[in-house]
């Protein structure tokens, strides 16, 4: 459902175009972007399309064990991640792909050189830090006994808390909804734990109300309304994951609505 | 000269497509891309086609005082600057435009926003920490009196003596030569000088000797030959702005051909 930024349009390229949602595709030859958890409703998803003269784009960005349960280990063709969505770090514009045609990789790294001539070094540093501190939180045992100091869990707690103040501002504005989440076992906590998405996807159930974002704004809450992901616009977006300032303020705000 | 990146091939763009040299160019629909100092050979460009219809952008990614006289206040419509040859910080990946057509300047944004979602902000302290270093050596009264701080006159007394060095090299070798290069005035240092390209454009002059990137190869020195840059390959690129170390070795391996 995640709109992409279409490089392929701005060039008019006439090798690829964007086809819309692949639910409504029909033809054999095509690149489908499966995101999951998907953004912005944080539902797991698979591939719809399934010819095999067709490619699969599995984007992973927010496949981690603050956000949603990991029930197997990622195995699709291509898979992409990102240090924005691990660890906050958007701004340092660095991510990975896990690709198993070593073609299809050398075309990607390709790109990259031709689009930017390669990452930034700079970023480079920043994510190898980030990533060495991560993995030192569960891997070197002098650190074992701080658990603060595991990233995942530390996202868990925190996402875990806003989820249930949101669900509470929810349900006593009367005004919203919010998608059915299933708890699941987690591989990686070992827990059966809910997803606690790094979006809240709300519906405004009230009758006649026809524009959630713009009833938001009206309140001082900025959202991106349903339009932007291909459907009505009763449904509006709203970050679990801006600063904690930020988050409380939404919570105050969205109670006060009636 | 210089052979650009083509994201615009690559997608197969509906919009534009390389044409080649603009000197053979026929037609007023275009983009020209003007290198100037011009990379591999150092001089000084100025657009070929002048056509109202098409649009100009100059790279003047090597228009600073330790490479060449600053002969004039660069004033043309599109203009691409970099850190990458400033300052040599290539790998922060982080360059910018001065761009007199705001609707042009806009377009240019959305082209980084839809292929990058913007440069990252590790690259952009990075650079500001950079071009503040820079100025303060220029502009800071406590720092006047040191001369080792401005960046352009270290620049250019460094790359003085290479060429100097290149020179009694080529020469003594009798096997190359390098293009001629006239001393004018420059406004920044108010003294007349040669320039100070970031390459040496070296021809091979010795008959039967054909290839002249093999050549050096073959003496364990690395450069890139002239048809990379649409000349024949009797031409060879080589680096001025390696490190020290790997530059006297240069010049001893040069000494030493026969």
Same mark, same amino acid.
Request: with cysteine.
């Given at each position: 459902?995640?709109?992409? /930024?279409?490089?392929?349009?701005?060039?008019?390229?006439g090798?690829?175009?964007?086809? &819309?949602?692949?639910?409504?595709?029909?033809?054999?030859?095509? !690149?489908?972007?499966?995101?999951?958890p998907?953004?912005?409703?944080?539902?797991?998803?698979?591939?719809?399309?399934?010819?095999?003269?067709?490619?699969?784009?599995h #984007?992973? $960005?927010?496949?981690?064990?603050?956000?949603? /349960? !990991?029930?197997?280990?990622?195995?699709? #063709?291509?898979?992409?991640?990102?240090?924005?969505?691990?660890?906050?770090?958007?701004?340092?514009?660095?991510?990975?792909?896990?690709?198993?045609?070593?073609?299809?990789?050398?075309? %990607?790294?390709?790109?990259?050189?031709?689009?930017?001539?390669?990452?930034?070094?700079?970023?480079?540093?920043?994510?190898?830090? !980030?990533?060495? $501190?991560?993995?030192?939180?569960?891997?070197?045992?002098?650190?074992?006994?701080?658990?603060?100091?595991?990233?995942?869990?530390? &996202?868990?707690?925190?996402?875990?808390?806003?989820?249930?103040?949101?669900?509470?501002?929810?349900?006593?504005?009367? !005004?919203?909804?919010? /998608? #059915?989440?299933?708890?699941?076992?987690?591989?990686?906590?070992?827990?059966?734990?809910?997803a606690?998405?790094?979006?809240?996807?709300?519906k405004c159930?009230?009758? &006649? %109300?026809? #524009?959630?974002?713009?009833?938001f704004?009206?309140?001082?809450?900025l959202?991106?309304?349903?339009?932007?992901?291909?459907?009505?616009?009763?449904? $509006?977006?709203?970050?679990?994951?801006?600063?904690?300032?930020?988050?409380d303020?939404?919570?105050?705000?969205?109670?006060?609505?009636?």
């Amino acid at each position: 459902m995640q709109s992409f /930024p279409r490089i392929t349009d701005y060039l008019r390229s006439g090798l690829y175009r964007w086809s &819309g949602d692949a639910s409504t595709f029909e033809g054999d030859a095509y !690149i489908e972007v499966v995101c999951s958890p998907n953004n912005p409703d944080g539902s797991i998803r698979e591939a719809v399309l399934k010819s095999s003269n067709g490619k699969t784009i599995h #984007d992973l $960005a927010y496949y981690w064990p603050q956000y949603t /349960p !990991i029930t197997a280990a990622a195995d699709h #063709d291509i898979m992409l991640f990102t240090v924005s969505k691990l660890s906050g770090h958007a701004g340092t514009r660095l991510g990975w792909a896990l690709v198993k045609d070593a073609e299809v990789a050398k075309k %990607m790294v390709k790109f990259i050189e031709l689009n930017t001539i390669g990452v930034s070094k700079d970023s480079q540093l920043r994510a190898a830090t !980030i990533l060495k $501190a991560i993995s030192d939180g569960y891997e070197r045992p002098d650190l074992q006994t701080k658990p603060g100091l595991k990233m995942f869990e530390f &996202g868990r707690r925190l996402l875990s808390m806003r989820w249930q103040k949101l669900r509470e501002a929810v349900k006593s504005s009367g !005004i919203f909804t919010l /998608p #059915d989440i299933q708890s699941v076992h987690c591989k990686f906590t070992g827990e059966t734990t809910e997803a606690c998405p790094a979006f809240a996807w709300l519906k405004c159930e009230r009758e &006649g %109300m026809q #524009d959630c974002a713009d009833f938001f704004k009206k309140h001082k809450i900025l959202t991106r309304g349903g339009g932007h992901f291909g459907v009505e616009s009763n449904y $509006a977006r709203v970050s679990m994951v801006d600063r904690d300032e930020t988050f409380d303020l939404f919570i105050e705000r969205l109670m006060s609505l009636r």
